[in-house]
């Protein structure tokens, strides 16, 4: 597909009577950012162009992403995002795969830990059990107080305000500053060298930070995998691992060069590329407004490498 966003435009204006093509192609290259996301698009509208008058999923995300922008743009024939449950016309999405879903329609649904009815689940109490909103986990105290509690078992001159910077800078949200005090009460040896346990990826992040503030007694975790100590976040197999760690655990062999690397994209069959057969892939080249050849161009300059301007140091 050597131009998507054109296909789409031409798409969209056989529809859309209100937008002038260039309003339409403003919209549609706003909308579909990189050329991957492009063709996404475009070979779902080609599949299916009566979404752009329904609004019926399953679709891509940026295909309800597109029709939103239309409405906003001021089209009148292309229709909103409707609900796959009710029908409702969106007006944001919430989605489940490729289904787009109201408000309403999205809430999952379990049996609640403290009364035991089946209804909406609106938080996870200190186990990660569901609670319907009517039944909360209550705890009045301030989790960042608590939390300050737990660090002060290792460090008794630790500042409280050093602790709540710390807190508020990983864990924003009182909610979920909560959950982050239940884990460190629950498993004070988080602190000290078990990190990589971490329930929660705020927990790595705020070791990190009280470390750097030179609270005694906090030990950064090393990676279980690599035993380095750098910045673990990524869930594997139970654990909090590195980055490299993460991506040596996603190695797979290169559908096209048949090099083992981690994929950044999939075909149209799902098998794995690499990211040198995606960056030298034809359907991936664009014209070059320097030399006018076809070549890996930069988005923000649409000039390929060597014609570029280069950041001065």
């Not at 950012?33 to 299916?48: D, F, M, N, V, Y």
Request: with cysteine; proline share 8%; charged share 25%.
């Amino acid at each position: 597909m050597s131009d998507p966003i054109g296909l789409v435009v031409v798409l969209v204006a056989a529809v859309e009577p209100a937008l002038a093509p260039e309003q339409v192609r403003g919209v549609v290259t706003a909308v579909a950012g990189g050329r991957a996301k492009a063709r996404r698009l475009a070979s779902a509208l080609a599949h299916r162009a009566g979404v752009l008058v329904d609004g019926r999923s399953p679709a891509p995300r940026v295909v309800g992403e597109l029709l939103l922008a239309l409405r906003r743009a001021g089209a009148t024939a292309i229709g909103p995002p409707c609900c796959a449950e009710c029908g409702k016309q969106l007006g944001s999405l919430q989605r489940r795969g490729q289904r787009w879903y109201c408000t309403v329609c999205d809430r999952r649904t379990d049996a609640c830990a403290g009364c035991g009815n089946t209804r909406p689940v609106s938080s996870r109490d200190r186990s990660g059990r569901p609670r319907y909103a009517n039944c909360p986990d209550l705890d009045g105290r301030d989790p960042i107080a608590v939390i300050h509690q737990v660090i002060a078992e290792l460090d008794p001159h630790v500042d409280a305000q050093t602790v709540a910077a710390a807190v508020r800078r990983c864990a924003p949200r009182p909610s979920y500053q909560r959950r982050v005090a239940w884990a460190l009460k629950a498993q004070p040896g988080l602190l000290t060298g078990e990190g990589h346990l971490a329930p929660l990826r705020a927990i790595p992040r705020l070791i990190e930070l009280l470390a750097a503030a030179g609270v005694a007694g906090i030990v950064r975790p090393a990676c279980p995998r690599c035993r380095r100590v750098v910045r673990i976040d990524k869930p594997l197999d139970g654990a909090r691992v590195c980055r490299t760690c993460i991506a040596h655990s996603r190695i797979e062999e290169c559908v096209r060069c048949s090099a083992r690397r981690e994929p950044v994209t999939r075909d149209g069959h799902g098998r794995p590329v690499c990211a040198n057969c995606f960056i030298t892939d034809p359907a991936n080249q664009q014209t070059c407004l320097g030399c006018g050849r076809r070549r890996p161009v930069e988005r923000r300059t649409g000039r390929c490498a060597r014609l570029a301007p280069r950041s001065r140091s």
